[in-house]
């Protein structure tokens, strides 16, 4: 080494720490460069680490964690039915480099969520209120939209690029002996933040999904004003409740703001459409139910299937399947119906078991 030039790979004599501080600071301006809008021209294309085939298999694993935590149920026949609408209204969205996955979750909870990779679940909670297939295939096309707008991609690694900026800040921090104190408070703001993510996209990729659903929807034959009629559900549920379900996590816009934008693009997407053109398939959707696991694990009960005959009523049923008619309350709210409504022959009914 020429005389009088210093190598970066030592200590300089007398310096001790300026490499962790070195190490440290340069992925500190790294983070920052990625991160920060100052760090990269405005209109460049938005950073994603993770490949499609590295999201398929962080999907695959998060999916084995899903399965030993809640577990997976529903019948065969439900589940190719899932399937096989799921993979319909998929086919709507922009090519991507996995196939798409569709489980359902043994959580009583109203839930649906989308993993990287394609992997879609919905809760037998959600199953359970949701009414007909418009609706279903509305909830599905949000999830799809989250996988296929690679949101959880973008996510993590926004929380990548956190943890290396954590990491340059924890190498400059370690090179003082005021800083090696603070570093367990970096390890657990980092964390923190990564779970943050996990509990949802944010507001404007939930937003983007809700569009993106209905659109999946409209163009795979199905009414998409459904999606707007399950959120008044949803709202309504929320008030007589009090669990407010602000659309399904909580980092998702409010439920009442879902049910304007909502409204408003169904109508706009299905104005050209004729009477009957579009699908809703309310009695084809409910009678795929029967024996799906309904209520909490401790107190696990069934939904049975019930077709309307001609001069039933609800507290008739409820007398003749429960032996109790009060329990007609319940069952016209799960079914969505008006009080005292009469019955048409051949509607199909869900009915928790006893």
């Known amino acids: 080494m020429e005389k009088g030039k210093q190598s970066l790979t030592k200590n300089p004599k007398g310096k001790k720490g300026s490499r962790p501080f070195r190490l440290g600071a340069v992925a500190l301006l790294l983070a920052i460069a990625l991160v920060s809008p100052w760090g990269r021209p405005p209109a460049a294309k938005e950073v994603i680490l993770m490949s499609e085939a590295d999201e398929v298999k962080v999907g695959g694993g998060m999916d084995k964690e ?21 993979q319909k209204v998929a086919a709507q969205a922009e090519p991507r480099g996995f196939r798409y996955s569709f489980k359902v979750l043994d959580d009583e909870t109203i839930n649906a969520l989308a993993l990287p990779g394609g992997y879609i679940y919905v809760t037998r909670g959600l199953l359970a ?122 980092t998702y816009p409010e439920t009442a703001e879902r049910i304007i934008k909502s409204d408003t693009l169904g109508y706009i997407l299905a104005s050209g459409s004729k009477a009957g053109e579009l699908e809703v398939g309310a009695n084809r959707y409910r009678s795929q139910l029967e024996g799906l696991p309904y209520g909490h694990k401790d107190d696990r009960r069934t939904v049975q299937i019930y077709t309307a005959k001609a001069g039933d009523s609800l507290p008739s049923i409820c007398r003749a399947l429960l ?32």
């Open 129 to 250: 209120v949701l009414n007909d297939e418009a609706e279903l295939a509305g909830v599905i096309g949000h999830e799809v939209g989250h996988a296929s707008s690679r949101h959880a991609a973008k996510q993590m690694t926004k929380a990548t690029l956190f943890q290396l900026l954590s990491l340059g800040a924890l190498a400059a921090a370690a090179s003082t002996p005021e800083g090696r104190v603070n570093m367990g408070a970096w390890a657990i703001a980092s964390n923190e933040f990564f779970t943050q993510i996990l509990l949802g996209y944010g507001r404007d990729n939930e937003m983007e999904a809700d569009e993106k659903g209905m659109r999946y929807a409209f163009q795979a034959g199905y009414d998409p004003r459904c999606m707007a009629q399950f959120l008044r559900y949803l709202r309504t549920k929320e008030q007589l409740s009090g669990i407010n379900f602000q659309g399904f996590y909580l």
């Open 323 to 354: 032996g109790d008619e009060s329990r007609s309350h319940e069952v016209t709210f799960l079914n969505r119906l008006k009080e005292g409504v009469k019955l048409e022959e051949g509607m199909v009914l869900k009915i928790p078991s006893r």
């Open 66 to 86: 899903l399965e030993k935590r809640y577990g997976f149920c529903g019948s065969p026949k439900l589940q190719a039915y899932l399937d096989q609408l799921g």
